[in-house]
């Protein structure tokens, strides 16, 4: 079984020092949760974070339904994607965002990565397919699903999801009692990413670092 990579979700409080230790693939930016949602602000602390020379995905959550902890219009958040689109390498945008075709179109003219991302807190969607096949339409080059399980069966429902798709680009996880669970096995049947943490956890379910580091080498070891 293929190892999943691991995307390190950080604010603006992380220490570079610290992150470096960690040994991760990817490092998530999640501008929302930034003290200051300046552009100067902003900017700043991304290209502190490029010389960590781990990639890096933009992710600006402006709406509760996407995992925003608060509120704050498309237009500041379409300001923020344009000044620091172009110092990531990928880009993390919702399914639904009003401001989703502009932020893939931006992305593709400075030639980053696009992750189209499907969130639901309240219950598990059955239109799975229908989300996917909306999502690669728009070229996604990764689609992310995280979905609060609400009947027994709905994590067996997107393991079977998972591994139809397995020869996609696709990351699946679940959100709250049995989101950690999703993390382990979900990759199994090829969920290519696993979200992680160091301090704080910024989606129920979500694994410490070094912890998920130590699970991932005892069940996906490498050759």
Request: charged fraction near 25%; aromatic fraction near 8%.
């Amino acid at each position: 079984m293929k190892r999943p990579k691991i995307v390190l979700v950080v604010t603006d409080k992380e220490q570079n020092s610290k992150l470096a230790a960690y040994k991760v693939d990817l490092l998530e930016i999640r501008v929302d949760l930034f003290k200051r949602q300046d552009v100067a602000y902003c900017l700043n602390q991304i290209k502190q974070r490029r010389l960590l020379k781990i990639p890096i995905i933009l992710t600006i959550r402006n709406q509760k339904k996407e995992g925003a902890v608060k509120e704050f219009a498309d237009a500041t958040k379409w300001e923020l994607m344009q000044a620091l689109l172009p110092f990531a390498n990928w880009v993390d945008i919702e399914l639904t965002s009003p401001i989703l075709r502009d932020t893939v179109s931006l992305a593709r003219r400075f030639n980053k990565k696009v992750v189209v991302s499907t969130h639901n807190f309240i219950k598990f969607p059955h239109n799975m397919e229908q989300i996917l096949k909306k999502s690669m339409s728009l070229r996604a080059d990764m689609v992310k699903f995280a979905f609060t399980p609400t009947a027994e069966n709905d994590l067996m429902c997107l393991i079977d999801f998972t591994q139809r798709h397995r020869k996609q680009a696709i990351t699946t996880m679940c959100v709250g009692s049995l989101g950690a669970l999703s993390r382990l096995i979900l990759p199994a049947a090829g969920s290519r990413w696993v979200y992680s943490f160091i301090n704080k956890p910024t989606a129920a379910g979500q694994v410490n670092v070094r912890l998920l580091q130590q699970q991932l080498d005892l069940y996906y070891p490498s050759k």
